[in-house]
């Protein structure tokens, strides 16, 4: 069936370090991927998407390439800062009517 | 536009007891979503309805949890005779249905944390 795996967590690192969480999927057709953001004691607000292969989401600074040849849309950041502490869930949608997450990756940002 | 709205934000039950969860979508939304996010853990697909209809319930487990979107008012997740095993954030999401088509962004709520005591 159809999955998403993503890095283990906590990522911890300096203010204005460049971030980089892995994430790699399995599907059957062509899903849509999503990176969402959970802030502590939040719900989940979508980061960036992309529709199809070489795809660039972006949003806030965020970036993520949807790449099929690797089955991967890595999440990145030139310059972290401790507002982006938070929890990262990549996902994909298939059209089968829901959202399959990864297990998240917490992220810490030190001042 | 407000988005999508969940209460009660936080619930505590007592084993046995009935817990009763309300989702409402955003503004002009006609699908509805439920996930269950155990500690440290992603989301898990419930169940996904329209209005008066139950489209996809293959994440609902088979005893004690039902749902449901009436025609009027929230989308309601039951959960009978709870558990400590059903603590957990429950999270609702919503998306349109435009043009004759899905569309595959869902809007999240900010979640009822229900503890079983």
């Known amino acids: 069936g159809d999955s998403v795996t993503q890095m283990e967590g906590p990522v911890t690192l300096s203010e204005e370090a460049f971030l980089t969480i892995n994430c790699t999927y399995t599907?059957?057709?062509?899903?849509?991927l999503f990176w969402y953001v959970q802030y502590p004691g939040e719900g989940l607000q979508l980061l960036l998407k992309?529709?199809?292969?070489?795809d660039k989401g972006s949003n806030k600074g965020f970036e993520a390439t949807y790449r099929k040849e690797t089955t991967s849309f890595h999440l990145e950041k030139g310059s972290v800062q401790v507002s982006d502490s938070a929890v990262y869930f990549c996902?994909?949608?298939?059209?089968?009517?829901?959202?399959?997450f990864g297990a998240g990756t917490r992220l810490f940002v030190k001042a | 536009n407000a988005g999508v709205m969940q209460n009660p934000r936080h619930l505590v039950r007592r084993r046995g007891q009935e817990a009763r969860l309300r989702c409402s979508p955003m503004?002009?939304?006609?699908?509805v979503y439920w996930y269950r996010q155990l500690p440290e853990e992603g989301l898990k697909f419930m169940v996904y309805?329209?209005?008066?209809?139950?489209?996809?319930e293959s994440g609902m487990p088979k005893e004690r949890f039902s749902a449901e979107f009436p025609k009027e008012g929230p989308s309601i997740l039951r959960i009978q005779q709870v558990v400590r095993g059903d603590s957990a954030a429950y999270f609702c999401?919503?998306?349109?249905?435009?043009?004759?088509?899905?569309?595959?962004?869902?809007?999240f709520g900010p979640g009822t944390r229900l503890t079983v005591l």
């Open positions: 999401a919503s998306s349109p249905f435009e043009r004759g088509a899905y569309t595959d962004t869902q809007y």
């Open positions: 599907a059957t057709g062509y899903p849509s």
């Open positions: 503004k002009g939304h006609s699908h």
């Open positions: 309805l329209q209005k008066e209809n139950i489209i996809d």
């Open positions: 992309a529709t199809k292969a070489d």
């Open positions: 996902a994909l949608f298939t059209g089968g009517f829901k959202t399959i």
